[in-house]
């Protein structure tokens, strides 16, 4: 689904982008399969905030926050005024389990 204009979320809603899919190294170089779509190896995700509603105060805009696996929605992407895509996921406030003001840096993406 593309979205186009400009979203605002409402209440405590949270938006991110970013959201870190795919096969995962790490420093020590074990290879963790994407289990994206797939029964076996649940985790969390990190995603970056992108836009938060009102009455949301735990997260600010930039951080990024790992969620509780499979606490958030299915990709929609958003066309953004100079017409490129960003993808974006609605997650759960209540299922965010802690919050960077950095990219974690324990896993390297895309190998």
Avoid: Y
């Amino acid at each position: 689904m593309v979205v186009k204009g400009k979203l605002r979320p409402i209440k405590d809603r949270v938006l991110v982008s970013d959201m870190l899919f795919g096969e995962e190294i790490t420093r020590l170089g074990l290879v963790l399969l994407s289990d994206d779509g797939k029964t076996q190896g649940i985790k969390p995700r990190w995603g970056r905030v992108w836009a938060v509603g009102p009455e949301q105060h735990d997260v600010k805009v930039g951080e990024w926050i790992c969620v509780e696996h499979g606490r958030w929605t299915r990709k929609f992407e958003l066309e953004q005024e100079d017409g490129s895509i960003l993808n974006l996921h609605g997650v759960d406030p209540k299922a965010v389990l802690m919050k960077s003001n950095e990219k974690p840096a324990d896993v390297m993406r895309g190998a």
